[in-house]
């Protein structure tokens, strides 16, 4: 069975510091991609950063990347100069080459506060 | 930008009414879901589709049922609503099969059933 794990419920963050959310996956399968989602308390979700499981680099996007351990099977997001607007929860989600239709598999999530 | 509109934000209904929420995209989308989002518990599948009048099951269909007879319109239908399908649900469609190929969200609506 697939599954997605985000061990921190929650996380606090000082203004422009970076902070790391963990997210470890379980598959069998070595094509597979990863995703994150943000979703503020409006409830939209955003599409963060994309990760392939053959990509040879660690995604990057603006302030956002990935830290990409395939031996460990983990997938940490990492953001660099937290801003007020970063405060939301944090969704890791995979998709594995098996996967029927495309589906995602996402973690129970992270809420990220961040203060001034 | 690929636009994924949910009928509803906020909606209210009492125990045992059909409930029908609706979600469109406008970006000729293989793929259509329908998620339900609860505190702690992430996001979990209800009902997924990639065709016209075709639907999968997902992780937790029973009390629901889908709909889709247009390619860009989903529907998710509650035959008699309970209490406990008071949730945050979620629809998104995506391009196709592919890895890499991400879901776009709507925002969601939040329905409570009294």
């Known amino acids: 069975a697939q599954k997605i794990t985000q061990t921190q419920p929650g996380m606090f963050v000082q203004e422009k510091e970076a902070v790391t959310l963990d997210c470890t996956y379980d598959t069998s399968d070595p094509s597979y991609g990863l995703f994150w989602y943000k979703q503020p308390s409006s409830g939209e979700m955003i599409f963060l950063i994309y990760?392939?499981?053959?990509?040879?680099q660690n995604a990057t996007e603006g302030r956002y990347s990935l830290n990409f351990q395939k031996a460990r099977k983990s997938a940490n997001l990492v953001i660099s100069a937290s801003q007020l607007g970063d405060s939301a929860m944090y969704f890791c989600?995979?998709?594995?080459?098996?996967?029927?239709?495309?589906?995602?598999?996402f973690g129970r999530g992270t809420q990220l506060t961040v203060w001034p | 930008d690929v636009k994924v509109t949910q009928s509803s934000r906020y909606l209210v209904k009492r125990t045992g009414e059909k409930v029908f929420l609706e979600c469109v995209q406008d970006m000729d989308h293989e793929n259509m879901f329908w998620y339900r989002q609860d505190p702690g518990l992430g996001l979990r599948l209800i009902y997924f589709s990639y065709d016209v009048k075709m639907k999968e099951k997902g992780d937790i269909p029973e009390g629901y049922s889908v709909s889709r007879e247009k390619k860009e319109r989903f529907s998710l239908i509650l035959e008699s609503a309970s209490t406990n399908q008071t949730s945050m649900y979620l629809c998104?469609?995506?391009?196709?099969?592919?890895?890499?190929?991400?879901?776009?969200f709507g925002p969601g609506t939040r329905l409570t059933v009294l």
């Open positions: 998104a469609s995506s391009l196709d099969f592919n890895s890499a190929s991400e879901q776009f």
């Open positions: 989600a995979m998709r594995f080459r098996g996967s029927t239709l495309g589906r995602l598999y």
């Open positions: 990760q392939g499981s053959y990509d040879q």
